[in-house]
């Protein structure tokens, strides 16, 4: 038997409100945790870490110098090391071990290895020693040896060989934007007009408008070969500096500067330095493009097509989702078919989203775009415009995803509008699409931003549909740029989260790529946070603004 003061206890629901709160409290903390995990994984990346000399003794007992980052720690049961890696006193049961990148890929054939720490001896920190972070093959550790310059060396037992070395590789830095800005800004536009006139060219008869259009290629054609002399002349001055340095083998390797993006020596840095060196770092990351198989640089390409898409899909999902919603609810005689209709919206929402991904491929892609590339751009094929993948597909298909949850708030928000007001308004001579224009949509505003704001939840962090209708590892440009129309929904574009899984699941080099799945991981949260509240913002204010206009 129960006693009584438990049993009225429980009948009171007081436990029950505990258990909730708790559960509640449990799955922020859980939620919180992860997001903290990540955001360390992820941001500390960045910071320069110091970079370790010493001796490591195998099994042999012969002495190897390793040269490199410390960068994770574990402590293992014996059994997981192997007798021929390391000699292992028999009175210990558990290892100590580290994971140290050692970078130098090109040289050495990997760029991390597990070491065990009575191997290690004798570990110190030099200040002499560099990391260069190098446009392929990953970060190179080493010591500074010289700096030449048209083949002539310097040495570096001159205590200026350090600035000297920074001073190049400004200098091959600068060479470097200018040959990007030419092929990527200047000749990229080129050729863009210059297909633009082709086409035109094939799409007309005309002999003079033909004529016009040739010279209108000369043209063209003339500045391409004035850009192309300057790229030789500029990548001619890219290869005049470049450097000695002596890796943990003893070896001396030439490297030219035009393959460095910076090099630092971070045993050196003070805590200014650090700081500084890490905020350059972290704008690297968000504004530029990424290089080495996207497991280096910036993912900038990325947020811009995670948030371009996003955008296009709101502005796509929100008015059919509304016209859905008040046709059902308003317009559409309620029965037996209407309910029905329900419960496949109800149901579209529990779809899997790859399914979505395929009728998006076959319907807008195959179907919808390959009869406008047969209408409005025959002079294209058989190269296709719309029949392939690209952002306006991607939107569609994640539109059409997302749809069901816009349709079922905003009916909703339709059935919270209370009879009187409907009544009232064609009473005074509205009709019944004035009274639903002015007086019932503007009250149901706040309701149909919060199915946005949960479509905009889930498209933000779909995967699966977008790597078939229009997502790529790496896009050669941007869907917006300088060029008419400007926005390009026909290109192929990056996104966030096909990042992550190609970083993390198709990277040649994983545990290089793992702290960048942590920070773009970070990134696509605080994306989807942001526009979540900017959509919370708004939803507020029509609410605040209906319901003043309410109570006048």
Do not use: C
């Amino acid at each position: 038997m129960i006693p009584k003061n438990i049993k009225s206890w429980l009948d009171s629901g007081t436990p029950w409100i505990w258990l909730n709160a708790g559960a509640v409290s449990v799955s922020i903390l859980m939620v919180l945790g992860l997001l903290t995990l990540i955001a360390v994984r992820g941001l500390g990346h960045f910071w320069p870490a110091s970079i370790a000399e010493f001796e490591y003794m195998d099994a042999e007992g012969t002495n190897t110098l390793i040269i490199g980052e410390l960068v994770d720690h574990e402590n293992v049961p014996r059994s997981r090391i192997a007798e021929t890696d390391i000699r292992i006193p028999e009175d210990m049961d558990f290892i100590d071990r580290y994971l140290i990148k050692t970078g130098n890929r090109d040289h050495l054939g990997m760029d991390f290895r597990w070491v065990v720490g009575n191997g290690m001896m004798d570990i110190r920190y030099p200040d002499e020693l560099m990391a260069v972070e190098r446009r392929a093959w990953g970060n190179l550790y080493a010591y500074l040896v010289a700096v030449k310059q048209n083949g002539q060396d310097d040495p570096a037992d001159n205590s200026s060989v350090w600035d000297k070395f920074q001073q190049a590789i400004a200098e091959t830095a600068v060479v470097h934007d200018a040959i990007e800005h030419i092929e990527k800004d200047l000749i990229g536009e080129i050729n863009f007009s210059m297909e633009r006139l082709r086409l035109q060219a094939k799409q007309l008869g005309d002999s003079g408008a033909q004529a016009l259009l040739a010279e209108q290629q000369n043209q063209l054609q003339q500045q391409y070969d004035s850009h192309t002399e300057e790229l030789s002349r500029l990548y001619a001055g890219l290869g005049r500096y470049s450097i000695t340095a002596r890796i943990s083998d003893g070896s001396e390797i030439e490297l030219p500067l035009s393959q460095v993006v910076r090099a630092y020596r971070p045993n050196a840095m003070s805590l200014f330095a650090k700081v500084s060196f890490y905020l350059k770092k972290l704008w690297e990351f968000v504004s530029d493009e990424p290089r080495e198989a996207n497991t280096e640089g910036g993912i900038f390409p990325a947020i811009f097509g995670t948030v371009m898409m996003v955008i296009i899909m709101s502005i796509m999902v929100t008015p059919f989702g509304v016209i859905a919603a008040v046709y059902l609810r308003e317009y559409a005689k309620q029965g037996t078919l209407v309910r029905i209709i329900r419960i496949a919206v109800n149901n579209l929402a529990g779809v899997p989203s790859v399914v979505y991904g395929v009728f998006g491929l076959g319907f807008f892609v195959y179907f919808i775009g390959g009869n406008i590339d047969e209408l409005l751009f025959a002079e294209s094929l058989p190269s296709p415009t719309f029949g392939t993948p690209g952002l306006l597909w991607a939107a569609l298909t994640l539109a059409i995803l997302t749809v069901p949850v816009v349709i079922v708030s905003t009916e909703e928000g339709l059935s919270r509008v209370p009879r009187s007001i409907r009544e009232g308004s064609l009473a005074l001579g509205a009709t019944k699409a004035e009274t639903l224009m002015r007086t019932v949509l503007p009250m149901t505003a706040s309701a149909m931003m919060t199915g946005m704001i949960l479509a905009i939840a889930r498209a933000a962090g779909e995967v699966a549909p977008l790597m078939l209708v229009g997502v790529v590892k790496l896009a050669p440009s941007l869907p917006l740029d300088a060029n008419f129309p400007y926005l390009h929904l026909e290109r192929k574009f990056m996104h966030l989260g096909f990042h992550i899984y190609d970083v993390g699941f198709q990277s040649p080099n994983v545990e290089a790529a793992r702290p960048l799945v942590f920070a773009t991981a970070l990134l696509l949260v605080l994306i989807i946070i942001f526009l979540n509240l900017a959509a919370i913002h708004i939803r507020n204010k029509l609410r605040e603004k209906y319901r003043a206009s309410e109570q006048h």
